[in-house]
């Protein structure tokens, strides 16, 4: 089946770092991505990872190992407005045909 | 501006009424998708698109059709809704997995 892992709910500190995790068991990968969403909003794109190793992209670094189904966002810096939820979605299957993970409710705190 | 836009934003229906949701997105992207979102089990892909005419089913098609006539327009027809459709709706576009997928403001839908 397929199976995307991720925790519910983290906490953290303004101005620290916060790692969220992401295991995954799907039938084929074509990429992997990250999407934050703000309480009642839509979500808007992170990342995108396709090779193994670490993309980074400001305050936001994703890393992606392909053999061990594992990826994780890293968040440098953190601001309140970070206060979301971070999705993470598999591409797999065929082309746009993505498994989203139930996402990780991430609350920055001062 | 470059936006995915979905109509209507809120709707409140009975069940059996036939409804659509429409989708239109300004950026000429190929791909789109519909999703459904419910608490604690995320977003889970309804139907895909990655043409006019080229649809196919996501993990939850069941109850949902969709067609894909003109590239802007990716509408979402429920026959005969029931209350277990009763969730928030987005539809999504893009052209590129590196940029990712642009997501509509959402469609909240209550069946009674």
């Known amino acids: 089946g397929q199976n995307i892992d991720q925790p519910t709910e983290m906490t953290a500190t303004e101005g620290a770092i916060v790692q969220i995790n992401c295991t995954y068991q799907?039938?084929?990968?074509?990429?992997l991505f990250w999407y934050q969403q703000h309480a009642g909003e839509a979500p808007t794109f992170l990342s995108y990872?396709?090779?193994?190793g670490l993309e980074e992209k400001g305050r936001f670094s994703s890393f992606l190992s392909r053999s061990k189904g594992y990826s994780y966002l890293l968040l440098k810096e953190l601001q309140m407005k970070d206060s979301a939820s971070y999705l993470c979605a598999v591409e797999a299957g065929g082309y746009n045909k993505l498994i989203f993970g139930a996402g990780t409710r991430l609350a920055v705190h001062p | 501006e470059a936006q995915v836009t979905q109509n209507p934003r809120y709707l409140i229906t009975v069940t059996g009424k036939k409804l659509t949701v429409t989708c239109s997105q300004n950026?000429?992207?190929?791909?789109m998708s519909w999703y459904r979102q419910d608490p604690g089990l995320g977003l889970r892909q309804i139907y895909y698109?990655?043409?006019?005419?080229?649809?196919d089913k996501g993990d939850v098609p069941e109850g949902y059709k969709v067609s894909r006539k003109e590239k802007r327009n990716f509408p979402l027809i429920l026959e005969s809704p029931s209350p277990n459709q009763t969730s928030l709706y987005f539809c999504?576009?893009?052209?590129?997995?590196?940029?990712?997928?642009?997501f509509g403001p959402g469609t909240r839908l209550t069946v009674t």
């Open positions: 990872n396709v090779l193994d």
């Open positions: 799907t039938s084929g990968f074509n990429g």
């Open positions: 999504a576009s893009s052209s590129d997995r590196v940029v990712g997928q642009y």
């Open positions: 698109s990655m043409n006019v005419e080229v649809t």
């Open positions: 950026m000429n992207h190929e791909y």
